[in-house]
């Protein structure tokens, strides 16, 4: 059984059919993004259908186009004609086949090739005046009536659209290393040995929601005392369209009041988990993208291909480590964090949360978005 997306454009010429929503880059090769369009040709009166997978940056709100502003950016933008057709017939997969047995003689099937180095969907969090949909990263697959044949700048009317948006997402590698490990000594004035600082990840992948565990070893060969210890996770967000900017949130800082004692060790697991329910009043965070309502977490550190350029926003993590000595200063390290979701043991993963407007019809699950 398929579950099934629809949305039907406003004059009920033309709808959008997808099998599902999500579509995994799996670094070296992203899902195909399939689907079908059904077609009215008695309502088209000679015009051409065309549907369109756009990857955009926005950062503002669809209100103001209405006055001649388009806070949107396309990254990247892949548009096809489906009706009349072409001659060109993408590949044929199970799902594919079973859309167009539900959608019949009606259906013009298309499919898109998604390249490498796009961004996944993310978005930044809003503050709690903030109004409209979020900033970020999204993906949207729309099909539209045109009224010019091959004119990308065409202005479609509304009622001669419908669109879905989709979600590019990753999920973290099967296979999980030994984690990280950083030392660093330093030496304050009137001393004549140092502070050693050693930190290691007991793993090199943790999923959202699981706690992360750190070993923190020191030894204190000087006279001064080590006070307190500082742990926290910061999340490093990097913008890149005309620019490249970076922000850093912390998503997690606890403070532990231990000592070490001057000529003497300590060694401490410490066990720490980063939630975005503990983070929902900080504006700018980043978080994976959703689809209308759905919950959702910490944005997913960003797995990329070596060197490849990537424009939108990339996300990663690090676990900081600060020692305050009295008299003396602090002593940091810092370990690369990856934060991500495990692959779904299932097929169908994202679409749990619609179950409410599933209705069942010829073998194959049917949700409207409303």
Not at 142 to 164: F, H, P
Not at 194 to 210: N, Q, R, T, W
Not at 221 to 232: A, R, Y
Request: proline content about 5%.
């Amino acid at each position: 059984l398929f579950r099934v997306f629809k949305k039907t454009s406003g004059n009920g010429h033309i709808a959008l059919y997808l099998g599902k929503r999500d579509f995994v880059d799996n670094v070296d090769s992203v899902e195909v993004v399939d689907g079908v369009v059904k077609v009215d040709p008695s309502g088209l009166n000679g015009r051409n259908v065309y549907v369109y997978l756009a990857c955009a940056f926005r950062y503002g709100s669809d209100d103001l186009d209405v006055i001649g502003l388009s806070f949107r950016r396309d990254i990247w933008i892949k548009r096809i004609q489906v009706y009349p057709p072409t001659g060109e017939t993408p590949t044929k997969t199970p799902m594919l086949e079973s859309l167009m047995k539900k959608v019949g003689d009606q259906g013009a099937p298309f499919s898109f090739q998604m390249p490498t180095n796009l961004p996944c969907s993310v978005s930044l969090q809003p503050g709690s005046n903030d109004s409209g949909k979020a900033c970020g990263v999204d993906f949207e697959v729309k099909a539209y009536i045109a009224n010019n044949k091959d004119s990308a700048d065409e202005v479609i009317d509304k009622k001669d659209t419908c669109r879905l948006i989709i979600r590019k997402i990753q999920f973290a590698p099967a296979t999980n290393n030994p984690g990280p490990k950083a030392e660093v000594s330093k030496q304050f004035m009137m001393t004549d040995k140092p502070v050693h600082l050693e930190a290691s990840l007991e793993k090199e992948i943790y999923y959202h929601g699981d706690p992360i565990k750190m070993n923190v070893k020191i030894n204190n060969e000087t006279n001064k005392t080590v006070k307190k210890i500082k742990v926290s996770v910061e999340q490093v967000t990097n913008v890149a369209l005309y620019s490249s900017d970076t922000y850093a949130k912390d998503v997690f800082t606890a403070e532990y009041g231990e000592t070490v004692n001057a000529n003497s060790t300590f060694d401490k697991t410490y066990d720490f988990t980063p939630l975005l329910s503990n983070n929902k009043e900080k504006r700018g965070i980043s978080v994976d993208g959703r689809l209308k309502d759905e919950d959702t977490c910490l944005a997913s550190t960003t797995l990329s291909q070596g060197d490849k350029e990537m424009q939108g926003i990339i996300v990663s993590y690090k676990v900081k480590v600060n020692l305050f000595v009295a008299s003396g200063g602090d002593v940091t390290v810092e370990l690369p964090l990856t934060l991500m979701c495990p692959k779904p043991a299932g097929e169908c993963n994202v679409s749990r949360n619609c179950a409410r407007n599933v209705s069942c019809d010829f073998s194959l699950f049917l949700v409207h978005d409303r």
